[in-house]
């Protein structure tokens, strides 16, 4: 049931105001009914209150994402919308399917959250699936003005997870590796490794895209496996633009990936990674990267992490933080520092031995 309340104004006429929920600034939203009596402003709200419940009675949590996902679906990159679709099949749906969206409150949703973090979804997933349900219920709002059921549901807080780096004499280890096996596979990881490219990039790179005269690498594309949106549990390889503008970038060829390069130049129209038409995806990226990884003796990490290892590197370098962000693609220098940049413990005890011990010298 709607919330209201009726004013008798100054101009003597009355106004009756339903509660709407929050505004994205937090603020209350109203709907307004004036009238020149109290009796005929609370007869319209009652009007008002009886169509909405006998229209909301009939609209599920199903009903109402089938039409929002319809809403959007046009307007999002297809890799988005199959995410959501995902996070809604196997989350969201199966909890909340039947039920009516008017009659959805607080305590619903916050023992949902409470099951998805118990059955060890992390922290930061489950507050994905909660922005998505806060985006779904903000659409109802506007459409079918329901008391938001979301408005006082706080995110999981999110836990910074630790990510697995080879030390510095692991990374010597690879490099000496990689040096005594020129293979394709030893390529893409060498050019994650002095370039910081995410591996969906790595694996869309053609030739056409390497420009080894200017001696720069242009990132244009990305790839990745989604599910299909016909429901099926098919999936597919799709190749798009990357995640955003700043993901589009120019990156300096640095001298020691020149020779190597060279050595496996192919045709603008192929792929890097195979000097083919046919590229190698992700996951099989991933599988050969583990297979160098034991063929070299080192501990399994990652991908992603030679993203974070060519980071950490650049900064010990002294790379100015604003350089190295556009290198990674980042929108801000503040993501580049929260999350690519790690400090070995060598080197918080070099900082930690230039502490003088004449700070505790005796006059």
């Not at 890097?272 to 050969?288: A, D, H």
């Amino acid at each position: 049931m709607a919330k209201y309340n009726v004013y008798h104004r100054k101009d003597g006429r009355w106004e009756g105001r339903i509660s709407r929920g929050k505004r994205d600034n937090g603020k209350r939203k109203y709907q307004y009914i004036f009238g020149r009596t109290k009796n005929e402003v609370l007869k319209k709200i009652d009007i008002i209150i009886e169509n909405e419940q006998h229209y909301k009675c009939q609209k599920t949590f199903n009903l109402l994402f089938k039409e929002w996902s319809n809403s959007i679906k046009h307007r999002i990159k297809e890799s988005t919308f199959a995410n959501y679709l995902m996070k809604a099949n196997k989350h969201i749906l199966p909890y909340f399917r039947e039920k009516n969206i008017d009659q959805l409150n607080s305590r619903e949703i916050n023992c949902f959250i409470q099951e998805k973090l118990n059955d060890g979804l992390s922290n930061r997933y489950v507050s994905d699936i909660v922005i998505l349900m806060k985006t779904i219920f903000k659409y109802a709002v506007q459409n079918y003005h329901i008391v938001n059921p979301m408005d006082n549901i706080v995110l999981p807080q999110k836990k910074t997870n630790e990510i697995t780096l080879l030390d510095e004499a692991e990374q010597k280890r690879l490099q000496d590796y990689i040096c005594k096996h020129h293979n394709l596979a030893t390529l893409g990881t060498a050019l994650s490794l002095t370039t910081g490219i995410h591996i969906g990039e790595l694996c869309a790179l053609q030739w056409s895209d390497i420009d080894l005269k200017k001696r720069i690498l242009t990132v244009r594309k990305t790839m990745q496996r989604i599910q299909y949106t016909n429901g099926t549990s098919k999936t597919k390889l799709i190749i798009t633009d990357p995640k955003s503008e700043s993901s589009k970038r120019r990156i300096p060829i640095p001298d020691c990936m020149m020779g190597f390069l060279s050595e496996f130049k192919g045709d603008d129209e192929t792929y890097v990674l195979t000097c083919s038409s046919k590229p190698v995806e992700p996951r099989t990226m991933q599988y050969r990267f583990k297979r160098i990884l034991k063929n070299a003796n080192l501990p399994s990490i990652h991908f992603h992490a030679l993203r974070h290892c060519f980071a950490s590197f650049c900064i010990v370098l002294g790379f100015d933080v604003k350089a190295l962000s556009e290198l990674l693609g980042h929108s801000s220098v503040e993501i580049t520092l929260n999350r690519y940049v790690h400090s070995s413990f060598e080197q918080k005890r070099a900082y930690m031995n230039r502490i003088k011990m004449s700070l505790f010298a005796k006059d």
